[in-house]
């Protein structure tokens, strides 16, 4: 027997966080009640509904994604173009990545079917490394290198202190390679971080997530999640 809200945020409805909000809602039935109790527990043979669609028990899956450059990190897209889960044909779970990539942005994206996994990792209270490499215009000076480090104002808010690491330089091309680790997640992070110190992106990579890597990985490819991965990810998150 299981909590109603930890088998809803398994089968991927929503985080637990918001299957309670949805049961408190009184949108949620089993075998045909509906259930308010935020304690209450279901067993597998129990039929669970939300706003009358019954949800299915899926055994929870984890992957890292080496995602391509030109992919879409989404479930579907309006407008035809690939998306992450193009590359997972035989998957049955309906997994979704946890947090996003932009288009132009290649790298590691995990992708699952457990949304409290998935809300535990993204929350703001956690703090997960992620390490970025990118490449851009102009030549980064030690001030500004220094201002990515203090944190610096996108979207009016400032960001948090990061660290920042000049990897190369080219004085001739006038481009530099730069590493970015940040733990926040706002949308286009390090490319405006980039462009509020002066140099736009033009080639940007998700290098590791935590502790995780991509090794042996290609774009495209992807792994399955190791058990004592997983729960190094939750305890890694928690213990910040």
Known sequence: MERLQKVMAH????SRRE??????????????????????????????????VPIY????????????IGVISAVKD???????????PGIEQRIYPVGRLD??????????????????????????????????????T???????????????????PAQAKILSVDKDKKTTIIELVIHEGRNRQVRKMLEAVGHPV????????????LKGLKPGDSRTLLKHEIEELLANAKKK
């Open 11 to 14: 089968a991927g409805v929503a």
């Open 19 to 52: 299957s309670e909000k949805l049961i408190a809602a009184g949108r949620v039935k089993v075998n045909g009640e509906v259930v308010r109790e935020l304690g209450y527990k279901v067993s597998n043979n129990d039929r669970i509904e939300v706003d009358q």
């Open 57 to 68: 028990k899926e055994e929870p899956v984890y992957y890292v994604f080496y995602k391509p």
């Open 78 to 88: 309006d407008k035809d173009r690939k998306v992450v889960t193009d590359f997972f």
């Open 103 to 140: 288009y132009n942005t290649s790298g590691l994206l995990l992708l699952t079917n457990d949304g409290e996994f998935a809300n535990t990792l993204m929350h703001p209270r956690y703090e997960i490394n992620k390490v970025y490499v990118a490449k851009v215009e102009g030549v980064i």
């Open 142 to 160: 030690g001030e500004e290198r220094k201002q990515l480090e203090r944190g610096v104002e996108i979207d009016g808010v400032k960001t948090a």
């Open 202 to 213: 033009t080639k940007l990579k998700r290098e590791r997530y935590g502790f995780l890597d």
